[in-house]
């Protein structure tokens, strides 16, 4: 009982990371359409961001946290307007390649600038984890529930009751009818390339904390894709709970199937994946084009 | 007056000195050519003058070039690589050819596209609060939808992809008005709907352009009801204004009654062959 409770905890906390960087994933995808593979690049770039603020600068860990964010969501309108921006209405694949290569750039670049190494942030929690009902809790693992939840809840209540989250919204559902309608349809794709590279850049920011700061922290970023397939790609509380889901299967395989099947830790969140797309071809809570003439 | 007039366009002049209202002028086309892509030329020498408080409606068969030419006039060519290329679009007195689809809302000039574009994943009123430009008065703007179109208040928080196409297409309406435009421009808002239905819409489209002080440049299929709520028409046909006039006189002019309308000289409903056949002719002798 303590082992699975253990279990959940830990898969709930890391699945929420997922959930996180798949989040930034879908609001780029839903206003703009763009498939964003350099998301993951996205996420390493964040915590490497972080790295340099904290621990090269000396900036305590709070403002480390909120400077990186501030600096993605400018990089984010930055990527917009430079690569993507001359891109509207090209096809897909092209788009998709662009972030292909985008993604390269990063990779690049990060090794060029801090290498190939493994960084860890100056720790700023204590080390003694809080423990309930038999249930260890490491601080780090709790502030990154935190972090996620207090994202989760600023982006559902941004586009449930503010004027320009409605805008992006109405954009995602029909860009020439929203066009019409008056709404700046070019604001809109650089505010979810800023507000989509800023939730990657906090994700990756606490992928570092429970974690280390390394380059295979693009590859982590990149459970998104599943995440959000999982969830629907057009939704916000699909990415969230596909996150969580998918956290969660992902530790209590690694606890209870890993002794007899070696490796099922990474596989058994594809087999669940696999199985809910054969039910829910649209995800779990994806955008059924409502057909009705 | 000769009709379909042999070679090119009408000088635009006449056809702006037949719009005899005494109102002021709002929006004048002035002989634009618009291209896709830069190579493909689907209008020459349109012109069209709409006035204040004035209904214009706009003819022609499927692939005229009627719905380009709204676009042209709300910017939205630009999203799907057409451009004018020669002649001027006026809003005005000022000239707006050159700006997009927001700058033109904020002006006064909002197109509603065919189809009955709603956002099927929100509610009617998320719907109307996309279509609002001013923060200060969208209270005021939603109330005064609501009044004039009374079922939507009733189902304010339903999920638009449901509801039928009539309510659709007066949602359409209802959020284009809540930019308070000057100019609406109506693409086919009788598409797919009951003979009824359509004219309710056009009853609540005539009320609005009296009450809202408010031009409404309406493209149509259904001719009759178009030249019934109109005061003025066009006729396109591939890409170019033919024929223009107050709609009293087209509605008895005999090409249209043939063409639009489907009417023989005698009232009677004649076949669609023998109309194509006729069409074909006097395009030819044209």
Partial sequence: MQMILQGIFTGLAV?????????????????????????GGLVMLGSFLCYTFSVTIGFPMWLSFIASVALAFLLGMIIDRL???????????????MTIAFLSIIEGVTIFIWSVNYY?????????????????????????????????????????????GLKMRAVSE????AQAAGVGVKTIFSLSWAIG???????????????????GLSFIGLKAMPVVILGGLESILGAILGGIIIGVLENLAGIYLEPYLSGIKDVAPFVVL????????????????IERI | MELFPSGGSRKPLEGALLNQSLEEVLLTVNNIEVKYLGVILVLRGVYMEVRER????????NGAGKTTVLKAISGLLKSEEGEVTDGKIEFLEERVDKKNPEELVRLGIIQILEGRRVFQHLTIEENLLVGSTNPASTKTDLEKCYGYFEPLKRMQNRITGYLSGGEQQMLVIARALMARPKLMLLDEPS???????????????????????????????????????????????????VLDGAANELRENEDVKEFYLGLSDLGKRRSYREVKHYKRRKRWLG
């Fill in chain 1, 15 to 39: 699945g929420a990371i997922y959930g996180l960087c798949a989040l930034g994933f879908v609001i780029i995808y839903k206003s703009t359409g763009i498939l964003n593979v350099a998301q």
């Fill in chain 1, 83 to 97: 690569l993507f921006r001359p891109m509207i209405g090209q096809p897909l694949l092209g788009v998709v390649m």
């Fill in chain 1, 120 to 164: 860890s942030y100056s720790t700023v929690f204590p080390e003694t984890p809080i423990e309930v009902g038999g249930v260890i809790m490491s601080h780090e693992y709790v502030w990154a529930m935190g972090v996620c939840l207090f994202f989760f809840i600023l982006v559902g209540f941004f586009f449930r009751y503010t004027r320009i």
């Fill in chain 1, 174 to 177: 029909d860009q020439l009818a």
């Fill in chain 1, 197 to 215: 590279t800023a939730i990657a850049a906090a994700g990756g920011i606490i992928l570092g904390l429970i974690s280390m700061v390394y380059f």
């Fill in chain 1, 274 to 289: 696999m199985i809910i797309l054969i039910i829910k071809p649209h995800g779990l809570f994806g955008l059924e084009r």
């Fill in chain 2, 54 to 61: 004035q209904i214009v409606s706009l003819l022609g068969a």
């Fill in chain 2, 191 to 241: 598409m797919g709907l009951a003979p009824l239905l359509v004219q309710e819409i056009f009853g609540i489209v005539s009320s609005l352009m009296k009450d809202e002080d408010m031009s409404v440049l309406l493209v149509e299929q259904n001719a009759l009801a178009a030249l019934s709520i109109a005061d003025y028409g066009y006729v396109m046909e591939s890409g170019k204004i």
